[in-house]
């Protein structure tokens, strides 16, 4: 689980007076040298003389409730505290992985591995994050770099664009009620419901590229997680992604599905489908989900002598055409 910086002291606004982080740090490890006292800034003699006003202690109490409680509290957005580029590691580096994967500037069947490690590739994800939205592309990940990354992230860990509850199983009028059991959450799949939140984390970051890179047209959330029983009562496969948290279905608004299908590919998507009597198209990371080894594979639509996509039953996706007709 990931925690906000915060949690450790509280934020700076809520002490009188400019601090940076540098400056909060020092402060909290030697409060003497700012002026204040073990207390804090406020010092002991001064909150000892506000504690007879009720008024005050029902302040406090809100306050606390509202505001120092919740930053306490585990949260999910990562907040990164040092400089990263080649060389480091730790969890920072994977949290950083992760929300840049999908700007690796390559063609083809490449990714960033999610190792902890920043490599080349994250250099090169990183230049081309920063390259998008204005920064230097130098491929270091400093304040500016995570800066425009919060702006992408809600505070509970989900995106700008996307919601936790659009990928959380839905309810399906025409399967049973043991289908239906986990509706509305993350369990019932094939690994925890943590896990799945995890991997539904790493699909959103990989959505909000692939949105930027289509001209930030809406992407609709079809499919995202599915429980087992679930799973098999829409007809899913038995080794499905949606079991994981890893695969998806999206309509993308405003472009074809196969300008759809080509941006998910320019946004390192390793599992692509389509189908033949649908227009959404499947996304998955397949290549990441290490509880399904076997299937650790790139999976990307086939083509006929005519260079149109086919979907797994061999007939031509929908809106496909034949070539130079698309």
Known sequence: MEWRLEAVAGPSW???GPQGDSEAAAT????AAAGGS???RLGRHRVSGWADSAALRALCALLCASVIAPLMAPAWAFRFGRLLQRGSHGRDVK?????VAGWLPAHGQKRVVIDRRFGRRTARAVAGF???HGLAA???????????LHRIEDRDGSTAHFNWGEFKQHRNSGCP???????????????????VRNNVRRVMWRLEAMRAKGGHRPIEVVSGFRSRRYNACVGGAGASQHLYGTGVDIKMHGVSSRRARRLA???????IECYSSTSHNHLDLRAENKALRKYRHWWWPKRDRSGRHLASDGRPCVGEKARGKN
């Open 14 to 16: 809520l002490w009188p």
């Open 28 to 31: 909290a490890r030697h409060p």
């Open 38 to 40: 073990r207390e804090g």
């Open 95 to 99: 949290a950083l992985e992760i929300r």
């Open 130 to 132: 920063q390259r998008t």
């Open 138 to 148: 130098d491929g270091i990940a400093g304040s500016h770099t995570f800066r425009s």
């Open 177 to 195: 009620s043991s289908a239906n059991r986990h509706a509305g959450t993350f369990k019932g799949g094939a690994v925890r419901a943590l896990k």
């Open 265 to 271: 590919k320019r946004t390192h998507f390793q599992g």
